[in-house]
């Protein structure tokens, strides 16, 4: 028996094996990277000119008092009345910085350091949210009116 024939044969991968195993670890890199937390790039705030920000401003007073009126008339809950509210608080910074805040839950909120809007948010949250709440509607109001009156 030759030396030769005693040795076992070199293990081959075929081709496709090889190709099965590329595609694998090329997925997992792809998720890696698509899944890997991106830093957010902090929005530029673009202010209407001062005789536009008075107009916003009245107008969203204008939205408080109706919203007021609809709940001294009970023709909206206390629930629908705070959904409103984060509605009209939202669109008005949305209005007086270009910043979809809108759209942004509280936490997207926080790195923006509008200090008012997410103390706003935050008062808004749970009765927004219960199906039952003990907060004051009337205190959340003016709060709101106070923030519009003041934003800068």
């Known amino acids: 028996m030759n ?3 005693a040795l076992q ?15 694998i670890i090329g997925y997992i ?4 990277i ?8 902090k929005p ?13 401003k009245n107008n969203y007073k204008k939205k408080l008092n109706e919203l007021e009126k609809e709940l001294n008339e009970d023709k909206i809950t206390t629930r629908k009345a705070y959904q409103k509210l984060s509605m009209i608080i939202r669109n008005f910074v949305y209005e007086t910085t270009n910043i979809k805040v809108q759209y942004y839950t509280l936490e997207e909120i926080r790195p923006l350091n509008m200090d008012q809007l ?3 948010v935050e008062e808004y949250y749970v009765p927004e949210f219960a ?22």
Request: net charge positive; hydrophobic share 35%; no cysteine.
């Open 3 to 5: 030396r030769q024939d």
């Open 9 to 23: 044969p070199m293990f081959h991968y075929s081709p496709a094996f090889i190709i099965i195993i590329l595609l």
């Open 29 to 32: 890199i792809y998720l890696i």
């Open 34 to 41: 698509k899944n890997s937390p991106k830093k957010k790039e």
């Open 44 to 56: 530029v705030i673009v202010e209407p000119k001062k005789v536009y920000k008075s107009t916003i």
């Open 118 to 120: 997410t103390k706003l």
């Open 131 to 152: 199906k039952d709440s003990t907060t004051k509607i009337e205190t959340s109001l003016k709060h709101t009116r106070e923030v519009i009156e003041k934003w800068q």
